[in-house]
């Protein structure tokens, strides 16, 4: 318990006397109730020396203060690797800014300090404070460079990204700029999540992962015995963090887009457990990735809300899988929309915030260790926009919890 419950009139007090509602800056008085007890929240198994269900967001860096979170997400994503230098980035000859060095996502310094984002985002979670008191967050990396770095298309085409793992000199790029993270996270702990919709498209493109083809032996080094196909490029990836981060825990997305369908989570299962997922140490999985209503106002598509119904054939998918494939899910990039928010630009309705506050142990029971919260594009709703209700519940859910 890394914040002491003598703090815990402080912590009721933080969030509203703990009595479920607070006004927000003229917004309605919101609900910060939880189902949060310690017995519901309780992991069967611990996770990373969390005994209790997990929070996590991604956004600015005041909002990792104001709530008791347990992980900050951050993607790793760019149309260039680390070794990529573009007008002397990496050779130190012109000033490193955004702007003037396209990779962004890691490794924006010159050549004596390349891969300082990564450390830095590292360092302000374990910096983090909640109350005045000190309290580490778990760094999380959405690693995410297939699709932007190849260049190809989108999807399971035989010409589309799926193909870059049977370009030596595309993989081979690849595999260095993850033995370079991997260096830069060293003996630190950090969680590592793999290619958001890769195992997808893979999934689509062939029923195993064996038929499809990777230039893996031959483009690196630490792969040496792995198979030359898409279950050989998991599992290295694997592997190689086994090496380079050894305090590090690894996991591999698995896509829900056909969760409601007779089989599919016998189908993933099946599918994950030949790529090698057991071999990691967590699954990652997206409910949606963008604010409901935003889909049914903006882009005229309806069936993205939420209901108890839904959440619960949902987390019976996670579930399903997770028992088989032995690992448990972490539910990553959550709309955080809200009920309280009027459907404009970064404030837009979406359900699952105050769902799943409100089912912990059916979150649980799903065997989900962690839900993590962020928007998947700008004009969703965020933490520093949602009328602070994601903060609100974060705090209860710590307190009820009994801390941890």
């Given at each position: 318990?890394?914040?002491?419950?003598?703090?815990?009139?402080?912590?009721?007090?933080a969030?509203?006397?703990?009595?479920?509602?607070?006004?927000v800056?003229?917004?309605?008085?919101?609900?910060?109730?939880?189902?949060?007890?310690?017995?519901?929240a309780?992991?069967?198994?611990?996770?990373?020396?969390?005994?209790?269900?997990?929070?996590?967001?991604?956004?600015?860096?005041?909002?990792g203060?104001?709530?008791?979170?347990?992980?900050?997400?951050?993607?790793?994503?760019?149309?260039?690797?680390?070794?990529?230098?573009?007008?002397?980035?990496?050779?130190?000859?012109?000033?490193?800014?955004?702007?003037?060095?396209?990779?962004?996502?890691?490794?924006?310094?010159?050549?004596s300090?390349?891969?300082?984002?990564?450390?830095?985002?590292?360092?302000?979670?374990?910096?983090?404070?909640?109350?005045?008191?000190?309290?580490?967050?778990?760094?999380?990396?959405?690693?995410?460079?297939?699709?932007?770095?190849s260049?190809?298309?989108?999807?399971?085409?035989?010409?589309?990204?799926?193909?870059?793992?049977?370009?030596?000199?595309?993989?081979?790029?690849y595999?260095?700029?993850?033995?370079?993270?991997l260096?830069?996270?060293?003996?630190?702990?950090?969680?590592?999540?793999?290619?958001?919709?890769?195992?997808?498209?893979?999934?689509?493109r062939a029923?195993?992962?064996?038929?499809?083809p990777?230039?893996?032996?031959?483009s690196?080094?630490?792969?040496?015995?792995?198979?030359?196909?898409?279950?050989?490029?998991?599992?290295?990836?694997?592997?190689?963090?086994?090496i380079?981060?050894?305090?590090?825990?690894?996991?591999?997305?698995?896509?829900?887009?056909?969760?409601?369908?007779?089989g599919?989570a016998?189908?993933?299962?099946?599918?994950?457990?030949?790529?090698?997922?057991d071999?990691?140490?967590?699954?990652?999985?997206?409910?949606s990735?963008?604010?409901?209503?935003?889909?049914?106002?903006?882009?005229?598509?309806?069936?993205?809300?939420?209901?108890?119904?839904?959440?619960?054939?949902?987390?019976q998918?996670?579930?399903?899988?997770?028992t088989?494939?032995?690992?448990?899910?972490?539910l990553?990039?959550?709309?955080?929309?809200?009920?309280?928010?009027?459907?404009t630009?970064?404030?837009?309705?979406?359900?699952r915030?105050?769902?799943?506050?409100?089912?912990i142990?059916?979150?649980r029971?799903?065997?989900?260790?962690?839900?993590?919260?962020?928007?998947?594009?700008?004009?969703?709703?965020?933490v520093?926009?949602?009328?602070?209700?994601?903060?609100?519940?974060?705090?209860?859910?710590?307190?009820?919890?009994?801390?941890?």
């Amino acid at each position: 318990m890394r914040v002491g419950l003598l703090l815990l009139g402080l912590m009721l007090s933080a969030c509203g006397g703990g009595s479920g509602g607070s006004q927000v800056s003229g917004n309605p008085v919101m609900d910060f109730s939880v189902s949060t007890t310690p017995a519901n929240a309780t992991l069967s198994t611990r996770f990373m020396e969390h005994t209790k269900v997990m929070v996590g967001f991604s956004g600015g860096g005041s909002a990792g203060d104001q709530a008791p979170f347990d992980m900050q997400y951050q993607y790793l994503n760019s149309g260039n690797f680390s070794s990529y230098d573009h007008a002397g980035c990496l050779d130190g000859t012109v000033p490193i800014t955004n702007t003037s060095c396209p990779w962004w996502g890691a490794w924006q310094e010159n050549s004596s300090t390349r891969g300082l984002f990564a450390t830095r985002f590292i360092n302000t979670a374990k910096a983090r404070t909640w109350n005045s008191v000190s309290r580490p967050q778990i760094p999380f990396f959405t690693y995410y460079m297939v699709l932007p770095a190849s260049g190809l298309s989108e999807g399971p085409s035989l010409t589309g990204e799926t193909a870059a793992l049977d370009d030596q000199s595309f993989l081979t790029t690849y595999f260095n700029d993850w033995r370079f993270l991997l260096q830069k996270i060293g003996n630190e702990q950090a969680m590592l999540h793999i290619e958001p919709d890769l195992f997808g498209y893979l999934k689509a493109r062939a029923a195993q992962p064996g038929d499809i083809p990777a230039k893996v032996t031959q483009s690196n080094p630490d792969c040496g015995g792995y198979a030359n196909d898409a279950t050989g490029f998991t599992k290295c990836m694997i592997h190689m963090v086994r090496i380079y981060a050894p305090n590090a825990k690894v996991g591999l997305h698995v896509s829900p887009w056909n969760h409601t369908s007779a089989g599919d989570a016998a189908s993933w299962a099946s599918f994950m457990l030949a790529l090698g997922a057991d071999q990691g140490d967590f699954l990652v999985t997206d409910p949606s990735d963008r604010d409901a209503d935003w889909y049914r106002l903006v882009q005229g598509q309806s069936g993205h809300d939420w209901d108890v119904a839904k959440m619960t054939s949902f987390l019976q998918w996670t579930k399903d899988v997770s028992t088989t494939v032995g690992k448990p899910f972490f539910l990553w990039q959550l709309p955080l929309g809200n009920s309280y928010q009027n459907n404009t630009y970064q404030h837009y309705k979406d359900q699952r915030v105050e769902l799943l506050f409100a089912n912990i142990a059916e979150v649980r029971d799903a065997h989900v260790v962690g839900m993590l919260y962020g928007s998947g594009e700008t004009a969703q709703t965020h933490v520093e926009s949602d009328g602070g209700l994601l903060i609100g519940k974060t705090k209860q859910h710590y307190i009820s919890r009994g801390g941890d």
